[in-house]
């Protein structure tokens, strides 16, 4: 699967429904459209089956997909767990080889890439070599294409390095060198109504930070992704402690 992508080959880009990370694909989505390729994001019933390709109905969902939008092209992106990505990965893999949908197997699809997390990337990698096209997360849009082998010609001077990326840069670059940041105490929200229990809520950190003028509240994702409701919370705890 190392022929060259042409335009009119058509790209597919999926995701299971679980995973809510969008924008790697909108982003190398739009890259694509502007380079003069054609792109289909897979609907919200083919990224359900991705969940469990080994099922015969999931499996026909996700191949009808792949031949009614004439694919040729599959991209495939898991950033949660790496070790669910490999099985979904590995699993999709061995669907599209047993029914014959890769192009050395005879079929319509004669390149397959993967983007997710590091760990993820480098099994995979491990597994299939350069028979799959591998994404870690931090490529930017041109050398997303690049590795892609695709020209985005004129389009090029859409995907530069834009001047605040380069101001937002040189800031953090800064501030990481005068090293201030290690002097800089946390915030002291515990006058917020009901602080610390669990009749606590946002709205009240929010109150107190306007009327005190204090910084906003910043939100961040924190700890490892797991299907196992209780399993996340307890994990959520500990990485709350841990960063506390």
Same mark, same amino acid.
């Given at each position: ?8 080959? /058509? ?14 694909? +909108? ?42 939008? #004439?694919?040729?092209?599959?991209? !495939? ?5 790496? #070790? ?14 047993? /029914?014959?949908?890769?192009? /050395?197997?005879?079929?319509?699809? /004669?390149?397959?890439? +993967? ?6 990337? =480098? ?24 590795? !892609? ?7 090029? #001077?859409? +995907? ?9 840069? =040189? ?41 005190? =003028? !204090? ?27 841990? !960063?506390?």
């Amino acid at each position: 699967m190392h022929r060259k992508i042409k335009p009119s080959d /058509k790209i597919g880009l999926l995701k299971t429904d679980i995973d809510a990370h969008t924008l790697g694909i +909108f982003v190398i989505d739009e890259a694509l459209r502007e380079s003069g390729y054609r792109t289909v994001i897979a609907d919200e019933n083919v990224a359900k089956a991705l969940c469990n390709p080994s099922d015969a109905n999931n499996s026909s969902r996700i191949l009808r997909w792949i031949y009614d939008n #004439d694919i040729a092209v599959l991209g !495939l992106s898991y950033r949660l767990d790496p #070790d669910d990505a490999v099985s979904i990965f590995r699993r999709l893999m061995y669907q599209l080889e047993d /029914k014959g949908v890769i192009e /050395k197997k005879g079929g319509p699809v /004669k390149k397959v890439c +993967f983007a997710g997390l590091p760990d993820a990337c =480098n099994r995979i990698r491990q597994v299939y070599g350069d028979d799959v096209t591998v994404f870690y997360g931090d490529e930017s849009p041109m050398e997303s294409l690049d590795i !892609l082998g695709i020209d985005p010609g004129p389009a090029s #001077d859409l +995907f530069g390095k834009h001047p605040y990326d380069s101001v937002l840069e =040189n800031f953090g670059n800064d501030v990481i060198e005068r090293g201030d940041f290690i002097h800089v105490e946390p915030v002291d929200r515990r006058k917020t109504k009901n602080f610390g229990t669990k009749k606590e809520k946002v709205v009240d950190r929010i109150m107190d930070a306007r009327k005190r =003028n !204090l910084p906003p509240i910043i939100r961040a994702h924190a700890g490892p992704y797991s299907p196992e409701r209780e399993e996340a919370v307890k994990k959520f705890i500990d990485w709350s402690e841990r !960063l506390a």
